[in-house]
């Protein structure tokens, strides 16, 4: 449940993009990712965005000591994922991306007010990380056609979760809506 209510003092112009978890080790389970060929190509589109608008993009890395062990080749992001020099990176062991992360340091420190999420998992760290965030006091938009799942259910999670999330005061456009 959501308890903080207060707006975060940061300018809610400035955004930053979190991409969640695009790791490449989540692309070789059983069950492939759902449309994970338009999840990567809506991912670019946001990331040229992003950067055309210098605006922080922020990639970030689920750590665990079964499946995403840290420097191994599942780790690491999806191959075609290349972060630039500017972009940051942050590493966590939790399901919200701000628990035990310097990634509200990271915000804070270029006062920015609004986060956009895309990413994997839905029903796990995209799913945290927006109720982090709004937890925070960030506006949260999350790109309802750029977050996905290797569930067989995934189009019913996707689903769900941009209807609850957007029930909790996250704003829920498409990639082509996004503008930074």
Same mark, same amino acid.
């Given at each position: 449940? *959501?308890? /903080?209510?207060?707006? !975060? ?8 993009? @979190?991409?969640?978890?695009? $790791?490449? %080790? ?63 990176? *942050?590493? /966590?062991?939790?399901? !919200? ?8 340091? @990271?915000?804070?420190?270029? $006062?920015? %007010? ?63 809506? *996004?503008?930074?």
């Amino acid at each position: 449940m *959501v308890t /903080k209510v207060e707006p !975060n003092p940061a300018n809610l112009e400035k955004a930053a993009l @979190l991409i969640i978890d695009v $790791q490449q %080790g989540l692309f070789e389970k059983n069950t492939p990712i759902f449309q994970a060929e338009r999840l990567i190509q809506n991912i670019h589109s946001l990331v040229e965005k992003a950067h055309s608008a210098k605006a922080p993009v922020v990639y970030i890395q689920h750590n665990d000591d079964k499946y995403l062990v840290k420097g191994s080749n599942s780790w690491q992001l999806h191959p075609e994922l290349r972060p630039e020099p500017q972009d940051w990176q *942050v590493y /966590k062991e939790h399901g !919200n991306a701000f628990e035990k992360t310097n990634l509200g340091e @990271l915000l804070t420190s270029r $006062q920015i %007010g609004k986060v956009i999420i895309a990413g994997l998992v839905t029903h796990g760290c995209v799913k945290n990380t927006s109720l982090g965030a709004l937890e925070e006091g960030y506006q949260v938009i999350l790109v309802g056609d750029t977050h996905s799942s290797y569930s067989k259910d995934a189009a019913a999670l996707i689903s769900k979760w941009n209807h609850d999330l957007a029930e909790k005061r996250v704003v829920v456009k498409k990639a082509g809506e *996004v503008s930074f």
